[in-house]
């Protein structure tokens, strides 16, 4: 027990150094409350900007070293190609983070800490004793609406991992076997570096993602939600036909 309290104590000095306390109010399904401390840590947006390239030449970084790693290069080296703009991207997006912090379960009065989460309010969170679940707001309502109104602006634009996979998989499922690929397939059999081919290929199929994403989002700014998502939903589908039929 004594460890795991001593590693809390280690933990908030830790918190404290970074972030800035504040009070929580932590509620029960049956509306009991209980009190809490969270630290949240923000970045400026100069902060963002460094902390998001300092990731994103972490990861290339880590692409250039799997380059020297035998065969599995073909797969490391992309992933990581990928991973690096996705991390940089969504470092950048990141202001703030609860860090973590401590509070009391408000059912069985036990000490119930709190994980690092994103600041999203209330944070959810389960009782490891009794099982009760809870949600964790900020004690000063005027933070909570604060906050509130602040997520509700820029949660549009924020990353979405859901969102992020699902695109993935359709492009990917769309490119494969894709006039696109057998025209690098070509190219690689023609050229002896191969390097070059898969580069040129990716670079190229980024900037025609890009140029469809801009189109996108420019659009969007003139038809209706409901009227895109129609018309998006319809491309899917004509594109999911298409995809069926036109092997035969
Ligand atoms: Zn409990």
Known sequence: MSGVAEGNSENQ????????????KIVSSDEKVAHGLVYIQEWTHPQRVKRSIQWGLIFLGIALFCVFIPILHFVLVPLFLLVAPVAAYSTY????????GTGHCPKCLEVLPIEKSSVDWPIRDLCTRCQTAVQIFPADKAILNR??????????????????????????IA???DKTQFAAFAASAQSKSTVSVWLG????LAFAGTLGVLAG???GKYISPEKMKILSGGAFIVMGIWILFKKN
Do not use: C, D, H, P
Not at 16 to 24: N, P, R
Not at 93 to 100: A, C, I
Not at 148 to 163: A, E, I, P, T
């Open 13 to 24: 000095k830790r918190w404290k150094t970074l972030g800035k306390e504040v009070a929580v």
């Open 93 to 100: 997006t990141r202001e703030k983070v609860v860090l973590g």
């Open 147 to 172: 906050e509130y109104l602040l997520n509700r602006n820029q949660k549009g634009n924020r990353m979405n991992w859901s969102v992020f996979f699902a695109t993935f998989t359709t492009i990917f």
């Open 175 to 177: 490119e494969l076997g």
């Open 201 to 204: 290929t990716v670079v190229a």
């Open 217 to 219: 989002s420019f659009i």
